[in-house]
Nanobody
Framework: QVQLVESGGGLAQPGGSLRLSCAAS????????MGWFRQAPGKQRELVAV???????NYADSVKGRFTISRDNAKNTVYLQMNNLKPEDTAVYYC???????????????WGQGTQVTVSS
């Protein structure tokens, strides 16, 4: 079994910053793609940013230039640095990862429990 544990959410003022972290633990052979999604009240869950194990990152247009995703492969951890936050960034942010538990096994998709980010003055 694999667990994704998020931390770092909270309240920020417009223009402020927050940093989210998500650590994967459990039966892990390798972690391929890791990323962040968010869901605002009354809206569908949407991609924020993803980072593969190798290759370039991908961002939603709404966060480009403000958010930065990074990962520490040794720690199976992904980060989301959020700068110049806007009220429309308010949402529950979910960590997502594709994990292979054995060398020859398939990759499975896992979600974190979500962390609330609120941007308000």
């Amino acid at each position: 079994q694999v667990q994704l544990v998020e931390s770092g959410g909270g309240l920020a003022q417009p223009g402020g910053s927050l940093r989210l972290s998500c650590a994967a633990s459990g039966s892990i052979f390798s972690v391929t793609r890791m990323g962040w999604f968010r869901q605002a009240p009354g809206k569908q869950r949407e991609l924020v940013a993803v980072v593969p194990s190798g290759g370039s990152t991908n961002y939603a247009d709404s966060v480009k230039g403000r958010f930065t995703i990074s990962r520490d492969n040794a720690k199976n951890t992904v980060y989301l640095q959020m700068n110049n936050l806007k009220p429309e960034d308010t949402a529950v942010y979910y960590c997502n990862a594709w994990v292979r538990s054995t060398n020859l096994g398939a990759s499975y998709n896992y979600w974190g429990q979500g962390t609330q980010v609120t941007v308000s003055s």
